[in-house]
């Protein structure tokens, strides 16, 4: 009997799930984003929708075939994991190659955990640059949707995860571990030049990479936080108010 009542718990929180994931990819689906603040709490949903999301980006890519294969295996692994710990030989199982195939390219298993991640990060630029796009933006447009979109990204990976790829990995500076910043700043600064009769400031690059650093590294640091402060709303729509008083 109670095997029977765990069964029909599971059954439920898995529907439970889809419904959660669904009802987001259908806030999405005319080019815009959900709010992120009133979904903090939901991270497996969001995490399974950013899954998609990179999955549909991912076919773009010009990749090696072995190291997408080991990248889309540690993805499906990790989205799976719920927390628990995940070993090398999952991953080169999953993909399907050996032990000494994996270390080849990835030399050692916390490499490979910061080049998934930053794999991760890329894919979610282009889906970014990629939504953006899909409409001209006012700049408090614009701030919403950046901070809906980017924030939401940085709920789909659990902030333990993060400290241990990040300490595994030691030393090594805020840039270098998110060297997409430099093209995500590019793609804000290229929306704006493009759209300053709607009301945006005129910006210097340099400046403005600059300050996505700066906001970029303050959900970072959020997350290494021990105890994490991540995620919250405040810092949120304090990062959308510092965004927008600087683009208008």
Request: proline residues 4%.
């Given at each position: 009997m109670p095997q029977v009542v765990h069964k029909a718990r599971s059954v439920r929180l898995y529907r439970y799930r889809v419904f959660r994931v669904l009802d987001l990819q259908d806030k999405i689906a005319g080019g815009e984003w959900f709010d992120v603040c009133e979904h903090l709490s939901e991270t497996d949903a969001i995490t399974r929708l950013w899954i998609g999301e990179i999955d549909r980006v991912m076919g773009r890519s010009s990749i090696d075939f072995r190291?997408?294969?080991?990248?889309?295996?540690?993805?499906?692994?990790?989205?799976g994991a719920m927390g628990r710990r995940v070993s090398v030989k999952e991953i080169y199982e999953t993909a399907g190659y050996s032990k000494s195939t994996f270390h080849r390219i990835f030399d050692s298993f916390p490499r490979y955990q910061l080049k998934l991640y930053q794999f991760l990060c890329q894919s979610a630029v282009e889906v970014y640059r990629e939504r953006l796009n899909l409409a001209a933006r006012t700049p408090e447009e614009f701030c919403r949707f950046t901070k809906n979109v980017v924030y939401s990204s940085h709920l789909s990976v659990p902030s333990n995860l993060l400290r241990k790829i990040y300490q595994l990995n030691a030393p090594i500076s805020p840039s270098d571990f998110h060297p997409h910043l430099d093209i995500m700043a590019e793609v804000m600064h290229d929306y704006i030049r493009a759209h300053l009769s709607l009301g945006y400031r005129r910006l210097p690059f340099s400046s403005f990479r600059e300050l996505i650093r700066t906001l970029d590294y303050d959900i970072?640091?959020?997350?290494l936080d021990q105890p994490s402060t991540f995620p919250s709303a405040e810092q949120a729509d304090r990062l959308e108010r510092l965004l927008l008083a600087y683009v208008r």
């Amino acid at each position: 009997m109670p095997q029977v009542v765990h069964k029909a718990r599971s059954v439920r929180l898995y529907r439970y799930r889809v419904f959660r994931v669904l009802d987001l990819q259908d806030k999405i689906a005319g080019g815009e984003w959900f709010d992120v603040c009133e979904h903090l709490s939901e991270t497996d949903a969001i995490t399974r929708l950013w899954i998609g999301e990179i999955d549909r980006v991912m076919g773009r890519s010009s990749i090696d075939f072995r190291f997408e294969t080991f990248l889309r295996a540690g993805i499906r692994i990790y989205a799976g994991a719920m927390g628990r710990r995940v070993s090398v030989k999952e991953i080169y199982e999953t993909a399907g190659y050996s032990k000494s195939t994996f270390h080849r390219i990835f030399d050692s298993f916390p490499r490979y955990q910061l080049k998934l991640y930053q794999f991760l990060c890329q894919s979610a630029v282009e889906v970014y640059r990629e939504r953006l796009n899909l409409a001209a933006r006012t700049p408090e447009e614009f701030c919403r949707f950046t901070k809906n979109v980017v924030y939401s990204s940085h709920l789909s990976v659990p902030s333990n995860l993060l400290r241990k790829i990040y300490q595994l990995n030691a030393p090594i500076s805020p840039s270098d571990f998110h060297p997409h910043l430099d093209i995500m700043a590019e793609v804000m600064h290229d929306y704006i030049r493009a759209h300053l009769s709607l009301g945006y400031r005129r910006l210097p690059f340099s400046s403005f990479r600059e300050l996505i650093r700066t906001l970029d590294y303050d959900i970072l640091a959020s997350k290494l936080d021990q105890p994490s402060t991540f995620p919250s709303a405040e810092q949120a729509d304090r990062l959308e108010r510092l965004l927008l008083a600087y683009v208008r």
